[in-house]
């Protein structure tokens, strides 16, 4: 089963424009992981989060955690047409290395 | 390093048929992933290896599905007889040393999947 839920499932945007998705999660987790898929592609980890932070940024990326929520946010600044793509959390648990994929955000940016 | 290979890219065979689905992680890594996506389902984590054993296999469907990693450089994942629901991409992953100096590393490395059309 699934187990980070990404919203909203699809975006659409403007280039120049920030984007924000959000994953929620249901257990305890070690990281959350946010990975980039472009159309028929493999995936491209993005950004790595661990339990013990709150927020971490990388390049036009920022990337929050609310443990207490069980829930993360993506925020990509200033969107290129070339960020289009889908966008997964993953989720790994304590004592496994079980990682778990959310549904995915599918996110266009118009130029 | 060439990153996570896999082969074929793309294959289309017909129902009944055994499909293999081969995977060479990037050198060093000592996990080695299998997922299955699909519109339906999503990202689904069929079986892991760690230093060449299974170790959980509980994502694999049915018993059509069987993983081997006979070495550290080479997976398969056989899939007999296909049916035309297994028909997915599947993407092998591939993960590096847990703990060892410094920061541990959790990041996946994927390949660019494998595209199964069973007819």
């Known amino acids: 089963s699934q187990q980070g839920e990404e919203d909203p499932q699809a975006l659409s945007i403007q280039e120049g424009e920030n984007a924000t998705m959000n994953c929620s999660y249901k257990t305890s987790i070690n990281n959350l992981q946010w990975y980039r898929q472009n159309s028929g592609r493999g995936l491209v980890h993005l950004i790595l989060?661990?339990?013990?932070?709150r927020e971490k940024h990388s390049g036009r990326l920022r990337v929050t955690l609310d443990t207490s929520k069980k829930s993360s946010s993506l925020l990509i600044t200033a969107s290129r047409a070339a960020d289009t793509a889908s966008y997964f959390c993953?989720?790994?648990?304590?004592?496994?290395?079980?990682?778990?994929f959310g549904a995915g955000t599918r996110l266009t940016v118009k130029p | 390093d060439a990153g996570v290979i896999q082969s074929p890219r793309h294959e289309v065979t017909e129902m009944g048929q055994e499909v293999t689905l081969r995977c060479k992680p990037i050198?060093?890594?000592?996990?080695l992933f299998w997922y299955r996506q699909t519109m339906m389902r999503g990202l689904e984590l069929l079986i892991y290896f760690n230093n060449n054993v299974p170790i959980d296999d509980s994502g694999m469907p049915e018993d059509r599905f069987s993983a081997k990693m006979p070495n550290a450089s080479f997976s398969t994942l056989k899939i007999q007889p296909s049916e035309p629901r297994d028909s997915a991409v599947y993407f092998c992953a591939s993960l590096g040393f847990r703990g060892r100096g410094g920061d541990p590393t959790d990041t996946q490395y994927f390949g660019p999947g494998t595209r199964l059309t069973v007819l």
């Open positions: 989060i661990r339990s013990n932070e």
């Open positions: 050198s060093g890594h000592d996990y």
């Open positions: 993953a989720t790994l648990m304590y004592n496994n290395n079980d990682m778990r």
